[in-house]
Structures are given as structure tokens and as C-alpha cells.
């Protein structure tokens, strides 16, 4: 069975810093592998996906993430954070096609300014 | 990409009522799936739907309490039905992205508040 653990339910950084949060996965087939944002009041946006081809993924908005299959992790960062970076971040997981998508209980973002 | 309308965006229902969510999206789509959001939780899906067939329906839901229908391949429906405090929720209709990498998208979601 395939399962997401999101570190942290809740990151606070101030404005211009690094953002990281933490993502492992668990998966008995080569997973794909989400990311997604949630701004207040709005559904939910792919903001980077990871499909078994390079293993540092861009996505938008000047996110990243790396895939670890030693360490099975999928962990999310931007160097600069902004404030309108101030959202609900969901780490997700799929065998194949994203028929079954298991979401991570999500980790919220602050940003001081 | 896809783009997805649903209705209502929010509303506030009478315990014991029942409440139909409409989705629309803008290309035809073989699977729809219907998550719930508890508050401050992550999704669940509901259940999975097929244009011409009946859903399929995750563990812990019913399709008494959730019937979704499929008329076409663009549009869907769940119905929260006998709603209780416990059906406060934001449920948001998904479709997967053309290409097969899996990415889903969806649209706003649905705000439910049962007094």
C-alpha cells in the first residue's frame, strides 16, 4: 500500500528565506510523486510532479523538489520565500496514471514579513 | 490542462437535508473522482466515477449517502445526503490531466457547513 507522511503540519519562515518542506513516501511500485498548493478558499494546484525522469523536478513558481529513492523522500524547497507563498502544501503519491492519488495530511506555510 | 466548474461554492444546509454538488469540466473525461476535505485535514476520496457505469466507492462510503451520477463525459454530481455536523466539509471534484503522468486537477470545491 502506498502512504505519504508530510513532516510538520505547520512551517513558519520570514520573507527572503529558504522554504523546505518535508515529504517521504512509501511504495511498493516506482511511484509518481506531487506536489500540490492550496491558497485560502481555492482547490488545489499541481505546483511540480515527479514521473521517473530527472530526480530534481522545477515546477512553478520557483519550487523544487528532489527525488531520494535511498531515502524515500520528495521533500519541497524554494530558496526566497515571497509572501504570497502563504498556503496549504500537499505531498501526494500514485502507482500509475493517478487513478488512486493518496495525499499527505498537508503542511501550511507561513511567511513573516 | 482542465479546467472545472463546480456549484455550489459554498452553503449552509439543515441537518437531516440533502445537498447536490454539480461539476462541469471543459473537456471530455473518462474517470471523475469526488474528494472530501474535512476541516484542517487532508482529502479523502469519495469515489470514483465512470460515464455509464455505477461509481466505485472508497472504504467508509456509501453510495446511499453519497449517489453520484455520470450522465456524460463532462459532467457529474454527488449528493451529500441526510447531512449531518459531521458532513462540514469542502468536497472538490478531480480529473487526471491528458498525458498519463497522473497529475490531477481540480476545481474549487464545494463548502458545506451543516447546522
Known amino acids: 500500500a502506498q502512504s505519504v507522511t508530510q513532516l510538520g503540519s505547520h512551517v513558519s519562515v520570514s520573507e527572503g528565506a529558504l522554504v523546505l518542506l518535508r515529504c517521504n513516501y512509501s511504495s511498493s511500485v516506482p511511484p509518481y510523486l506531487f506536489w500540490y498548493v492550496q491558497y485560502p478558499n481555492q482547490g488545489l494546484q499541481l505546483l511540480l510532479k515527479y514521473t521517473s525522469a530527472a530526480t530534481l523536478v522545477k515546477g512553478i513558481n520557483g519550487f523544487e523538489a528532489e527525488f531520494k529513492k535511498s531515502e524515500t523522500s520528495f521533500h519541497l524547497t524554494k530558496p526566497s520565500a515571497h509572501m504570497s507563498d502563504a498556503a496549504e502544501y500537499f505531498c501526494?503519491?500514485?502507482?500509475?496514471?493517478?487513478?488512486?492519488?493518496?495525499f499527505g495530511a498537508g503542511t501550511r506555510l507561513f511567511v513573516k514579513a | 490542462s482542465a479546467v472545472i466548474s463546480q456549484k455550489p461554492s459554498r452553503d449552509i444546509c439543515q441537518r437531516g437535508t440533502s445537498l447536490t454538488i454539480q461539476c462541469q469540466v471543459d473537456?471530455?473525461?473518462?474517470?471523475m473522482f469526488w474528494y472530501r476535505q474535512q476541516p484542517g485535514q487532508s482529502l479523502t476520496l469519495i469515489a470514483t466515477?465512470?460515464?455509464?457505469?455505477?461509481?466505485?466507492?472508497e472504504s467508509g462510503f456509501v453510495i446511499d449517502k453519497f449517489p453520484i451520477s455520470r450522465p456524460n463525459l463532462t459532467f457529474s454530481t454527488l449528493t451529500v445526503s441526510n447531512m449531518s455536523p459531521e458532513d462540514s466539509s469542502i468536497y472538490l471534484c478531480s480529473v487526471i490531466g491528458t498525458g498519463s503522468t497522473g497529475e490531477l486537477f481540480f476545481g474549487e470545491g464545494s463548502r458545506l457547513t451543516v447546522l
Open positions: 473537456s471530455q473525461v473518462t474517470m
Open positions: 501526494a503519491v500514485s502507482d500509475t496514471g493517478g487513478f488512486k492519488t493518496i
Open positions: 466515477a465512470n460515464q455509464g457505469s455505477e461509481a466505485t466507492y
